[in-house]
């Protein structure tokens, strides 16, 4: 099933139970849309590069199994899960999900560059939550921003920030602000740093804005595992 099917039948679904359905309800609905429509896209347009190069080789395949298990985690609860998390090689996961966002990047006229130091990063949370937190930024990055993405990670206190560049406008708003619109009915601009914002304040983390001389920069920041909330 493609990606456009998915969310079409997700948003009939939310269409035809509108009049009935609370306001939270219908948010939840277009959560599940959002957070489903990335994922699967990523996967689709990956696996199209990898057919017009001729190459499946194991770290696609793990990159695809990652965006495919992001998108079941998303239709079970889109931000949810417990606030108890596990210990995560923050390095790992963003080497196995570059190769999709460069396909999705290209496929959007934009460059993509991962810039990690040499050691594993570890930090406190979940692997499909933070994949999902760090996708829903860099999405935004791409669909937004354009131009050349940079996505680095640096130790900052007893944490790691993974900070995310790009080549377009800049932020309309404060990140706060953005997070609240899609609440306040204000339109869809703000629904993933939403989704992103609570699943790392679970675990203690933050995003917020950088500083830019052009284009937009967006930080998440996640503590050691040993750190709590």
Do not use: Y
Request: net charge positive; glycine share 14%; charged share 25%.
């Amino acid at each position: 099933m493609s990606a456009a099917l998915v969310v079409a039948l997700v948003a009939g679904l939310a269409l035809a139970h509108g009049r009935w359905a609370s306001g939270r309800l219908r948010e939840r609905a277009a959560r599940v849309a959002h957070e489903v429509r990335g994922p699967l896209s990523a996967a689709q347009l990956a696996l199209h590069g990898a057919a017009r190069r001729g190459e499946v080789g194991p770290a696609l395949v793990a990159a695809l199994e990652l965006e495919l298990r992001r998108a079941a985690l998303a239709l079970e609860d889109p931000c949810g899960g417990a606030a108890e998390g596990a210990e995560v090689d923050l390095v790992s996961l963003l080497r196995c999900q570059e190769q999709t966002w460069r396909d999705v990047a290209a496929a959007r006229g934009a460059s993509l560059r991962l810039v990690t130091g040499p050691d594993a990063a570890l930090v406190r949370g979940d692997a499909l939550r933070v994949a999902q937190a760090t996708s829903n930024v860099v999405a935004n990055a791409i669909e937004h921003g354009g131009g050349r993405i940079e996505i680095r990670t640096r130790a900052v206190g007893d944490g790691v920030r993974v900070e995310v560049s790009d080549g377009g406008p800049g932020l309309p708003a404060a990140v706060a602000e953005l997070a609240r619109r899609p609440r306040a009915g204000r339109g869809a601009r703000g629904r993933g740093l939403a989704i992103t914002a609570e699943i790392v304040g679970r675990f203690g983390g933050r995003v917020r804005a950088l500083p830019a001389a052009g284009g937009g920069s967006v930080a998440i920041e996640l503590p050691a595992p040993e750190a709590r909330p």
